[in-house]
C-alpha cells in the first residue's frame, strides 16, 4: 500500500523504522509467542504504531479512522496479531500500577510466568488484583488515594486473609460461598495433580447430566 508507505517514511524516523522492522523479524519467529515477555518485548513498536495512528488521523484510539490506519499499520510489522492482542499490550503499559501488580504478581509466583503466557491472561490477573485492592479495574497510579484508604484497602485485604487461612486451618484452600468460580478452578488446579482434577470435572460434568435427565414429578 502505497499510502502506507509514504507514512511510515514520513513520519518515522529511520531508528523507529529499523526498530520496528527488527521487532517485525523476531515476531515472524516467534509468531504466536510462548511467554508474556516476549509479547511485552514490542511494547515499544506498539506504542509507536499507536502514536503514528493517533497523530496522522487525529482521531482517538478506538475510532473509526483510527482502525483504519492502525489496523494496517499492525498487520504491516506483526501480521497475525490481533488488534485486540495489541490493545491488551497497551493497556498493560498505559498506566505504572498495572505494571507495578505485574510485578508483585510474579515475585509471589515463581510460576506466574509459566502458566500465564499471554498479555489477555495478564490482563485478567491485573484486573483481579485491581478490584481485590482498590474496588475496579479502572483505578490508576495517578488517581489519589489518600493514606486513609490505602489502611482501609491493606484492612479489607488481612481480613480477606485471615479469612482464607481460617478455612485453610479447617482443611480448605478456598471458601465456596465467598470465592468465584475461576478462583477455586484455579485452586484446585495448582495444589492437586492432573489425575485428581480431571476426576473432579468429569463427575461434575456426570453430576449435572443425571440432573437434567431427572424425570420432572407428575402434575397435581
Known amino acids: 500500500m502505497q499510502q502506507l508507505d509514504d507514512i511510515i517514511n514520513t513520519d518515522l524516523s529511520e531508528q523507529e523504522r529499523e526498530h520496528l522492522h527488527r521487532s517485525s523479524d523476531l515476531w515472524d519467529q516467534m509468531k504466536r509467542g510462548k511467554h508474556l515477555d ?40 506483526f501480521p497475525g496479531m490481533s488488534g485486540q492482542e495489541a490493545s491488551y499490550i497497551l493497556w498493560i503499559n498505559d498506566d505504572p500500577l498495572r505494571l507495578q501488580i505485574l510485578n508483585d504478581l510474579r515475585r509471589e509466583d515463581p510460576r506466574f510466568g509459566a502458566k500465564v503466557t499471554t ?6 490477573h491485573i484486573r483481579r488484583v485491581l478490584k481485590e485492592r482498590y474496588g475496579g479495574e479502572g483505578v490508576k497510579a495517578s488517581d ?33 460461598k465467598r470465592d468465584d468460580a475461576e478462583s477455586i478452578e484455579r485452586i484446585i488446579f495448582e495444589t492437586t495433580g492432573p489425575a485428581k482434577s480431571l476426576k473432579i470435572a468429569k463427575l461434575l460434568t456426570e453430576r449435572h447430566a443425571k440432573l437434567k435427565r431427572k424425570p420432572a414429578a407428575p402434575a397435581g
Open 119 to 124: 498479555p489477555g491472561a495478564a490482563c485478567k
Open 144 to 176: 489519589r488515594v489518600s493514606p486513609t484508604e490505602q489502611i482501609s484497602a491493606l484492612k479489607r485485604r488481612v481480613a480477606e486473609l485471615e479469612e482464607r487461612l481460617k478455612h485453610a486451618d479447617e482443611g480448605s484452600l478456598f471458601d465456596l
Open 38 to 77: 516476549d509479547w511485552l518485548s514490542y511494547t515499544i513498536d506498539i506504542v509507536g504504531l499507536r502514536k503514528l495512528a493517533v497523530r496522522y488521523t487525529n482521531a482517538k484510539p478506538g475510532t473509526r479512522p483510527y482502525n483504519e490506519l492502525f489496523g494496517p499499520l499492525l498487520a504491516r510489522y
